[in-house]
């Protein structure tokens, strides 16, 4: 198995020692030892990974290891990668409290949006807001024809206010949750962003919905009320705009376990944005 792995790896890299740690639907995971005994991770997209995770590369390889693992090489479905580490912010969560993980991602997320944008900079196709969000738009419209008053159909205008504004646009990992902030040699880094490009406070939306299986964690409205805070002190941004980015999110996450046929795990998204709801209501 190690030689055949070894064949698919461009000669050039030089590594070695490779054990398949995972298999998913869009890559292969595969731990490796670089020419200089350093551990490293070649990531090979398949089919469905080379249409949704380029833009992830091209993510990384603009931070070029800010706040990211960086992307050390790529040649056609490969991609070689920094190891960022065993550590997860879940980890840490579990060991040291929900308040400690927060912090943490306060300061990861500050260093990713530090660099700003210019868009001649990055001609690719980093996926638009408002297209990560059409399966709630699609959801909210069924829903709407249908006469039914779902939350979809009600958080929908609120989704759209900042995603017609274009006063705040960065490049977006679109996908920061616990289990993608790692800890290794270089501190706290993200790893497999998604590459989308918007308000960068829709990057806080996953953290409200994370971790899945603590809905002790994510539906109570005093953690969900702190976090808000913490993120519109640290962000400078109004905390109604952050906890509408949670609220339509974890409706958008409904949408996509509907469409999945995952009507339980979507009713579990729809608590969580009821519960920010009402803090959010309560925010005024």
């Known amino acids: 198995m190690a030689d055949v792995l070894l064949e698919s790896f461009p000669p050039e890299w030089k590594v070695s020692s490779p054990t ?19 551990q490293a991770v070649v990531k090979q997209l398949t089919p469905i990974g080379m249409q949704e995770e380029l833009r992830g590369a091209h993510y990384l390889d603009w931070h070029d290891g800010n706040g990211s693992v960086r992307l050390l090489a790529q040649q056609d479905n490969n991609l070689l990668l920094e190891y960022g580490g065993k ?9 040291y409290g929900d308040g400690a993980a927060t912090s943490i991602y306060v300061d990861v997320l500050s260093r990713l949006i530090a660099k700003p944008y210019e868009a001649a900079e990055n001609p690719h196709e980093f996926v638009p807001l408002r297209e990560q969000y059409s399966s709630l738009f699609k959801k909210a419209k069924a829903d709407a024809n249908k006469g039914l008053n779902s939350l979809s159909v009600e958080v929908a205008p609120i989704a759209d206010r900042p995603l017609s504004d274009h006063s705040h646009i960065q490049l977006l990992h679109g996908d920061i949750h616990h289990e993608n902030i790692l800890h290794g040699k270089r501190g706290w880094l ?3 962003p998604k590459g989308l490009i ?29 976090m808000a805070q913490t993120f519109s002190q640290a962000f400078n941004r109004d905390i109604r705009t952050i906890l509408g980015f949670g609220m339509t999110h974890a409706c958008l996450s409904a949408s996509w376990h509907d469409e999945d046929g995952n009507y339980d795990e979507s009713n579990r998204s729809l608590g969580v944005a009821a519960a920010i709801q009402r803090v959010l209501v309560s925010a005024g």
């Open 20 to 38: 398949l740690f995972t298999e998913t639907p869009t890559s292969r995971i595969i731990m490796v030892r670089l020419e200089n005994g350093e």
């Open 87 to 95: 550590r997860t912010l879940l980890d840490h969560l579990n060991e």
């Open 190 to 192: 993200v790893i497999d």
């Open 198 to 226: 918007g308000d960068p406070m829709y990057d806080t939306a996953n953290m409200f919905y994370n971790p899945l299986d603590r809905d002790d964690l994510r539906q109570s409205e005093s953690r969900i009320g702190m």
